[in-house]
């Protein structure tokens, strides 16, 4: 291990002129970054790390704060306002301009704040699913922030990495990287540790793995050579994998039909103008401002705003209950999610693997203990002592030398460095006496064939210390049976039985055990290298080990919750299928969890697996084209699908589900970038809360347009009226203007930020193509609107009736009509269930305050003398505001029997709505 320092100079020199790194010996590339097979010290790292900088890309240019507050400015619906303030203003009538001025700045103020904290969110996020890295510091293997690596770092890769900087190989073994970002390369390439030609294109340069590829297949380790912005990536300015702004489908839908919607209003005044000046004798500068107001009344400006901080909101909520979204669209998709497809190791049970039994020809063993901690002892199933097994202290040599676990502890808690399996193996073989360290130098490893999904094993090539060399191997007991002629007896070898193995796989399965097979194979000192064809015949059987892994509590609650909900739950595992199936019977995944196996899927064609695949709870021995097929299958049966995934070769799968899923800590780079969502905890319950803010988010979001569109309806169906029957005008209009800007501000922003509602997870999955504009919503808004009519001609009429003025009679309409909106307001906060409780009297913080605010400037508009001259408000009377009140409760007692009644009718469109 080198500890020498390289001072700041030289670090200039590196960055400005890079090295032919490729085309150097991996001795010269150690030498010239004074580094070595152990890594850096930890010391020499933190100096480095101060003298090179963070190993991050420059972050993109932001678009300047004056900039992202004119583009508020850029929309169909603010052009109309402007113009609509321009007119008023030559006309004559400025405080009518002023407020429409002042309603369009209200609005991109509010955009403007609301969208830097989306940015700050997004940024929150790209933070939390940084990429890790491994890497060799003081002789050990440390999990680390990729962003920490320096040059001269050892660092470490397999199957699914993302390369964290640009690195010169020193060992690989069936390594290749997809290189396409940087190439252009469709087909990866391989990789060995072989200098090539200095001047080598870059796609030809098989000694580099470079910063932002992906590894395909294989492992390796090499020395970090360039990091940061001096990196090819770095050179080229590519940045990738950024996480989404915020356009969704749905918001590029809103301000669609805020563009068209604009139109029709124009087209609609156009109408009305010329109706009101040719049959209702309006003068045109009284007709058109008339038409301004109701115009700017009636357009929901701040809708795409509210829309977007209600995913914004939801984004936040989801981040906390760990699941980060990495495409915002998933936010819309997750509360429509009918079928979940999980992992079963890690995200439905615990991931602590304890190997719990061993099995071999002559023995069965059970071992004590539990975690990874190296306490235990085998005993008989009878719980007496285990007796001795030469096959047995065999089987778990095997398993220490094939794995690359190692097992630490902190605080006095075991923990795993690599695959939870292999961890459990090595505190195996500390039960068994076995010093790990010691055991390993003794078996030097020459060479190894990582696992992968598709030969579904791993093979390790050892010196024995006796002469000779062994390859030992793990994998699916089926796959390494397979690969066996023989099996390890008593001092001998006899034929191996594979029926008899396959009925201590199925019970050690029906226990809910996730089992292993092990091999071993003596090959002579001239065997440098593992192929598979000296890898896969020729081998001897040792026995199997169980593992248990139990449910998480917290999966079981969460699974009771997605079948009250009407999502169906499958697991899709590798394991076998008396294994999958205990655990799902523990999970109550289905009253009778059936299962189907890879070979059975395999056999049936894509029709027949359409016709059973909603039948089945439980897909074992299943590889990552399986997966691919299974969400195929449920997709075509109408079902919005959730898939979990965590390898390379999971990608295909994630990017075709409705909402793909990578797991933050077993995930590997290349199936976070397919996913739309990672799981920072693995957990499927944070499955379930994601499912649960989303149905949130949907919901809040049909609040607000259910509230939005009706009482923008209701004003505008008052004017309308009034001019075609040849009515007085209830509202003058500025004074429409005004209840536009008070309520934009105020109670249109409040229901982004609504809680969940208590039933949102015991209603059925919302379909596919269901439109946010349900046929029971239109109803509504048609209801509300005419509601609210009713009720400003009722107050008018009264006010003139009982011989108040015109202008007392107008205000008494302006408040009316803000007071139905505050009742309507909590009576829309439940789509599903009555208001009527001192929970929805109570309000959130953001109504409460909403309501306040709205209650002071009505107070102000009512009996400020300078609001008087400003609006043609006047003081109302005691009385008159009591009634004013009685008319918005009697609203929404009106509107909550209207719900019931609905609900009555058709209770399945009524929960659709």
Known sequence: MMATTIDAEVADDAACAPRPWHAQAPAEVCAALETGIDGLDRAE??????????????????????????????????????????????????????????????????????????????????????????????GERHIIDAREIVPGDVVAVEAGDKVPADIRLLRAR???????????????????????????????????????????????????????????????????????????????????????????????????????????????????????????GVVPEGLPAVITITLAIGVRRMAARNAVVRRLPAVETLGATSVICSDKTGTLTKNEMTACRVITARSVSMISGSGYAPEGAATAPGGAAAPPDDVRDQLVRAALLCNDARLVERDGRWSVLGDPMEGALVALAAKAGLHPEAERETWPRIDELPFDAQHRFMATLHDDPRGGRRIFVKGAPERVLAMCAEQAEAGATGPVDPASWQRCIDLAAAEGERVLGFAVKVVGAETERLTF?????????????????????????????????????????????????????????????????????????????????????????????HKLRIVRALQANGHIVAMTGDGVNDAPALKQADVGIAMGRKGTEAAKEAAQMVLLDDNFASIVAAVHEGRTVYDNIRKVIGWTLPTNGGEALCIVVAIILGLALPMTPVQILWINMILTVTLGLVLAFEPAEPNVMGRPPRKRRAPILSR????????????????????????????????????????????????????????????????????????????????????AFTYAPFMHGMFGSAPVAFADGLLIVAIGFLTMVVLELEKIIMRRMAPATAAAA
């Not at 700045?105 to 969208?115: D, K, M, R, T």
């Not at 770095?234 to 356009?247: C, M």
């Not at 408040?815 to 599903?832: D, G």
């Open 776 to 859: 029971l919503l239109v109803w509504r808004i048609v209801l509300v609107s005419v509601l609210f009519m009713l009720g400003v001609f009722g107050i008018f009429h009264y006010a003139l009736a009982t011989g108040q003025s015109e202008a007392t009679a107008r205000t008494m309409v302006v408040n009316t009509l803000v007071v139905m909106e505050t009742f309507y307001l909590f009576n829309i906060r439940y789509l599903h269930m009555t208001s009527f409780s001192l929970v929805g009297a109570m309000g959130t913080p953001a109504v409460l305050g909403a309501v306040a605010a709205v209650i002071v400037a009505q107070l």
């Open 45 to 138: 790292a933190r100096r480095r790390l101060h003298v090179w900088g963070a190993n991050q890309l420059p972050a993109a240019a932001r678009i300047h704060p004056l900039a992202r507050f004119l583009a508020q400015f850029n929309n169909a619906l603010i052009y109309f306002l402007l113009a609509a303030a321009a007119a008023a203003a030559v006309l004559g009538h400025l405080v009518d301009g002023v407020v429409i001025v002042i309603v369009v700045l209200i609005n991109a103020i509010v955009g403007f704040i609301q969208e830097g904290k989306a940015e700050q969110a997004l940024d929150s996020i790209r933070d939390m699913i940084a990429p890790h890295a491994v890497v060799v510091r003081d």
């Open 174 to 296: 069936g390594l290749s990287a997809d290189e396409a970002v940087l190439t252009g390369e469709s087909v990866p390439a391989d990789k060995r540790e072989d200098a090539v030609a200095e001047k080598a294109p870059l796609g030809d340069r098989f000694s580099m793995l470079h910063s932002g590829t992906l590894v395909t297949t294989g492992q390796g380790f090499g020395i970090a050579v360039a990091t940061g912005a001096r990196t090819e990536i770095g050179r080229i300015s590519s940045l990738i994998g950024n996480v989404q702004t915020l356009v969704t489908p749905l918001l590029a839908q809103i301000n669609d039909f805020g563009r068209r919607f604009t139109w029709y209003v124009s087209g609609a005044a156009v109408a009305l103008l010329v109706f009101a000046m040719l049959f209702r004798g309006y003068g045109w500068v009284d007709a058109l401002m008339v038409v301004v107001a109701l115009s700017v």
């Open 533 to 625: 064809e000296t890898t896969e015949t020729g081998l001897t059987f040792l026995g199997i080990v169980g593992f248990i892994d139990p449910p998480r509590e917290e999966a079981i609650a969460a699974v009771a919750q997605c079948r009250a909900a009407g999502i169906a739950v499958k697991m899709i595992t590798g394991d076998h299928a008396g294994t999958a199936v205990a655990i799902a019977r523990q999970l109550a995944i289905a009253d009778a969890p059936k299962a189907m196996q890879g070979a059975e899927l395999d056999a049936v064609g894509d029709d027949d697996l359409q016709r059973v695949v909603d039948g089945v709870s439980v897909f074992s021995r299943t590889t990552p084209e």
